[in-house]
């Protein structure tokens, strides 16, 4: 018996009776085997289609409804000039963060799978730690959001089918608790799905809700507008005299804050695209994914946003399918608020398994003997794959969940906390962190014509981040006033 190569760098095993094994394993041109990538995890399988779904499930969350009060706040003129100007933003920067996924070479360089981690590659330092900070608490956050969202589209069908009822006499007063406990429970059992990569038909599913909401508020605009017959609203938004000078300064700048939160995906997209199959390289799938789902979410906005506030002019409500501006058909209204609970349970998800792969992964390399922690419990399901059970998981994931619907029963003031998410995650993960890695990774020098310009470009989003944050908090402060702890009616 004899090792050898046959010279075209594969090699054999020669047995004495001159049975020849090959030993080799079929190499794919990206490198790693038929089952396994080149950095030793199982291949991804992942393709453009799944990372839009992946993406529009992210972005056409419940922003799209605060969109005809925030073209109200800014008026036919700025108001759809504003969204194009986030779409861009966001699509320029994703790309550039998108180049990032791998360190070096864009084909076989190092791969990195979080954006902390392309963070750390790129940037290094104590700007780590800030990215974390940034990104998980936006991520806790965004989950606390869902969570109003939520409970605020369930009492909208049950009052929808209590106004129907009583003929309108009934003002259907409910407590929104009951509501944010059962969207928790629901989250609890989902947030038991191991890993992104088996999130993909909760994401479909959950694409397929936010077209389907997204459409009837269109339809609903459209048919208040043919109905009255005129177009509402004036060139500079909501006029003073429905709001003080001040109140209108701070509400402009709130609808920055939740034009932003309408956008925003950075903080998951290194995420997504680490579930991308290769060849073609991550980054051209991933730039193609974010033009698809940058440019459907773009012209969705344009239309919802649009003809919400054509719809209602100065009056459009904070939430456009539970604000009450349509009541008839009930039905209608029914199905599309279902849909958003829906797409919530799914968009939720998306969100937070980044956070929850990011403590697991620290708990694991702190205590690598734990069997609490390590160990996985194979769980027998009839017609299905053994599921795996880790008790850590089971109980994290329990307590994240518990702790974000106790948050959003003490702060159920959806529009301002919108504002406030978009504001604080826009700039430091949309466009400060991109715009650095992408200077740093392909070496642009500085006071280059381009390095001047990628900083122009994250300076003025500095500046719009700054004025929602302050719009947002003026807003919370006023709710705040009016606001008694766990007792929230609507």
Aim: charged residues 15%; glycine residues 8%.
């Amino acid at each position: 018996m004899k090792m050898g190569n046959d010279g075209a760098g594969r090699n054999h095993l020669q047995l004495h009776n001159n049975q020849v094994f090959d030993l080799s394993i079929d190499v794919l041109p990206q490198g790693g085997s038929k089952c396994y990538d080149d950095d030793g995890r199982l291949k991804r399988s992942g393709t453009v289609w799944t990372a839009s779904a992946h993406i529009i499930t992210a972005v056409i969350g419940s922003g799209v409804l605060s969109l005809a009060w925030a073209t109200a706040q800014l008026g036919w003129v700025a108001g759809p000039i504003v969204m194009l100007m986030f779409s861009f933003v966001t699509y320029y920067t994703s790309t550039l963060l998108a180049a990032c996924y791998r360190s070096g070479d864009p084909v076989h360089g190092k791969r990195n799978y979080t954006y902390m981690d392309a963070v750390r590659s790129n940037l290094g330092g104590f700007k780590v730690k800030i990215c974390g900070w940034v990104q998980y608490l936006n991520l806790f956050g965004v989950a606390i959001g869902y969570t109003i969202a939520s409970s605020i589209s369930m009492m909208a069908i049950k009052r929808s089918n209590c106004f129907h009822s009583s003929g309108g006499k009934n003002p259907c007063h409910m407590n929104s608790n009951p509501y944010m406990i059962a969207f928790g429970v629901v989250e609890i059992i989902f947030s038991q799905i191991p890993d992104f990569d088996q999130l993909w038909w909760l994401s479909i599913l959950a694409a397929v809700m936010s077209f389907t909401y997204s459409t009837i508020g269109l339809g609903l605009g459209i048919a208040k507008v043919a109905e009255t017959g005129k177009i509402r609203g004036s060139m500079t938004g909501i006029s003073v005299g429905t709001v003080t000078q001040t109140q209108k300064i701070w509400r402009s700048f709130q609808a920055l804050g939740d034009m932003a939160f309408a956008y925003s995906y950075s903080l998951i997209l290194i995420e997504i695209q680490d579930t991308l199959r290769a060849p073609p390289a991550e980054s051209k799938t991933m730039k193609k994914a974010t033009l698809i789902s940058v440019g459907v979410t773009t012209l969705f906005y344009m239309l919802c946003g649009c003809m919400g506030y054509a719809a209602f002019g100065d009056l459009s409500p904070g939430n456009l399918l539970t604000g009450f501006g349509f009541y008839n058909p009930f039905w209608l209204l029914d199905i599309a608020n279902a849909a958003i609970v829906i797409h919530l349970v799914g968009a939720y998800q998306v969100y937070c398994q980044p956070l929850f792969a990011f403590v697991e992964k620290t708990a694991a390399e702190k205590f690598p003997d734990s069997e609490f922690i390590s160990k996985d419990i194979k769980i027998l399901i009839p017609g299905f794959r053994p599921y795996n059970l880790n008790l850590f998981r089971l109980v994290w994931r329990t307590v994240f969940v518990i702790i974000t619907t106790l948050i959003s029963m003490l702060l159920p003031f959806f529009n301002d906390i919108v504002g406030l998410l978009g504001a604080l995650g826009f700039w430091p993960l949309t466009v400060y962190f991109p715009v650095e890695m992408y200077i740093s990774q392909k070496k642009i020098p500085k006071w280059s014509t381009r390095w001047l310009c990628l900083q122009i470009l994250s300076i003025a989003c500095l500046i719009i981040t700054i004025a929602a944050a302050a719009g947002s908090i003026a807003g919370v402060i006023l709710d705040l006033k009016s606001f008694k702890p766990f007792s929230t009616a609507y």
